[in-house]
């Protein structure tokens, strides 16, 4: 039996006003899965949606469309003191450390501040709290008494991390984490998260334009173009060989860790369109090496083609399941 899904996305649309009075679909009507205890990743170029997304997810970006549920309750449009406490449960890490972080308060009244919002908590109650994770984050509870400029970058990404999990959430969506952080730190904020959420069951979002971070984190991979998903796969079906010819394109620029020979470089000619006036038909034909005649006038819908593995291309690059 399938199980019950912890963050239920349905047909979720988010639309912004763009220049001209043109409408910016950001956000094209997603649907979308993510089960207790998994990490997806979403992936995808910049511009392409993602961090919209995820924000969208927790409502820090209100949807145009479409309807949220966490643990099955729908928290599209929840106010007041209910979506606040249901709120606590879904946390976010930004990913610029330092933006995030008010440059006038100390880390302890940052990290305690959602405890203290949203789960009521005492400041004696919050005080051990914060003391525990800044301990766990490796800043030492010491840390609590400075201030964000005190900090490197690395350091601050480590108390946005504790920031979130302060009210023990069990959902956080980390919007690439390690993206503003030195090549050399970034494996230690890794190492950090993937810690923490085996240590404390957590599911998460984690968004980044590297599939090469994403291969050491993720369980399931989520592929995003022009505001779509147009690939889901587990991360090993991912990896062994996307469906869709974008994933296939990403997929070509990470080196292999696998021995044999090397992939075929794909480069992925011109830029993303413009999410304003998206290409007709499948909106990825501009710059498909596979398109036909039918990819310009008949946009392809997510299809199911093997268990768990979900593609939107009329001409999938892996066989469908059944199929002769
Ligand atoms: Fe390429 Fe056509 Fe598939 Fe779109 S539907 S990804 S253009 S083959």
């Given at each position: 039996m399938k199980p019950t899904p912890l963050l239920q996305l349905e047909g979720l649309r988010v639309e912004f006003a763009g220049s001209a009075g043109r409408r910016v679909r950001a956000v094209r009507d997603v649907d979308l899965e993510i089960f207790e205890g998994e990490t997806l990743g979403l992936v995808g170029e910049s511009g392409c949606g993602k961090s919209t997304l995820g924000r969208t997810m927790l409502r820090v970006t209100e949807p145009t469309a479409g309807t949220i549920r966490y643990l099955g309750l729908d928290i599209t449009t929840m106010r007041g003191t209910l979506f606040r406490q249901t709120r606590a449960d879904l946390q976010m890490v930004f990913q610029d450390p330092f933006g995030s972080l008010n440059p006038r308060r100390k880390i302890a009244d940052i990290v305690a501040e959602p405890l203290l919002r949203a789960r009521g908590a005492s400041k004696e109650e919050a005080r051990k709290v914060v003391d525990d994770l800044l301990d766990q984050v490796g800043l030492g509870r010491e840390a609590g008494a400075r201030r964000p400029h005190e900090f490197s970058g690395g350091q601050r990404q480590r108390i946005g991390i504790a920031r979130a999990l302060a009210p023990s959430p069990r959902f956080v969506v980390a919007d690439e984490p390690v993206s503003a952080l030195d090549v050399s730190i970034q494996a230690?904020?890794?190492?950090?998260?993937?810690?923490?959420?085996?240590e404390r069951g957590l599911t998460m979002l984690f968004i980044s334009h590297d599939l090469g971070v994403v291969r050491h984190i993720a369980d399931r991979?989520?592929?995003m173009y022009l505001g779509q998903i147009i690939e889901i796969a587990s991360r090993d079906d991912f990896f062994a060989g996307p469906a869709h010819p974008y994933g296939e394109a990403l997929l070509s620029s990470v080196p292999a860790l696998e021995k044999g020979p090397a992939r075929e470089r794909i480069e992925l000619t011109g830029d993303l369109p413009d999410p304003a006036d998206p290409p007709s038909g499948c909106t990825f034909h501009?710059?498909?090496?596979?398109?036909?005649?039918?990819?310009?006038?008949?946009?392809?819908?997510?299809?199911?083609?093997?268990?768990?593995?979900?593609?939107?291309?009329?001409?999938?690059?892996?066989?469908?399941?059944?199929?002769?």
């Amino acid at each position: 039996m399938k199980p019950t899904p912890l963050l239920q996305l349905e047909g979720l649309r988010v639309e912004f006003a763009g220049s001209a009075g043109r409408r910016v679909r950001a956000v094209r009507d997603v649907d979308l899965e993510i089960f207790e205890g998994e990490t997806l990743g979403l992936v995808g170029e910049s511009g392409c949606g993602k961090s919209t997304l995820g924000r969208t997810m927790l409502r820090v970006t209100e949807p145009t469309a479409g309807t949220i549920r966490y643990l099955g309750l729908d928290i599209t449009t929840m106010r007041g003191t209910l979506f606040r406490q249901t709120r606590a449960d879904l946390q976010m890490v930004f990913q610029d450390p330092f933006g995030s972080l008010n440059p006038r308060r100390k880390i302890a009244d940052i990290v305690a501040e959602p405890l203290l919002r949203a789960r009521g908590a005492s400041k004696e109650e919050a005080r051990k709290v914060v003391d525990d994770l800044l301990d766990q984050v490796g800043l030492g509870r010491e840390a609590g008494a400075r201030r964000p400029h005190e900090f490197s970058g690395g350091q601050r990404q480590r108390i946005g991390i504790a920031r979130a999990l302060a009210p023990s959430p069990r959902f956080v969506v980390a919007d690439e984490p390690v993206s503003a952080l030195d090549v050399s730190i970034q494996a230690q904020v890794i190492n950090l998260l993937t810690d923490l959420i085996r240590e404390r069951g957590l599911t998460m979002l984690f968004i980044s334009h590297d599939l090469g971070v994403v291969r050491h984190i993720a369980d399931r991979i989520a592929v995003m173009y022009l505001g779509q998903i147009i690939e889901i796969a587990s991360r090993d079906d991912f990896f062994a060989g996307p469906a869709h010819p974008y994933g296939e394109a990403l997929l070509s620029s990470v080196p292999a860790l696998e021995k044999g020979p090397a992939r075929e470089r794909i480069e992925l000619t011109g830029d993303l369109p413009d999410p304003a006036d998206p290409p007709s038909g499948c909106t990825f034909h501009t710059r498909c090496r596979y398109a036909i005649d039918t990819c310009r006038t008949d946009p392809p819908a997510l299809r199911e083609i093997a268990d768990g593995r979900q593609v939107r291309c009329h001409l999938p690059l892996i066989p469908l399941e059944g199929a002769t």
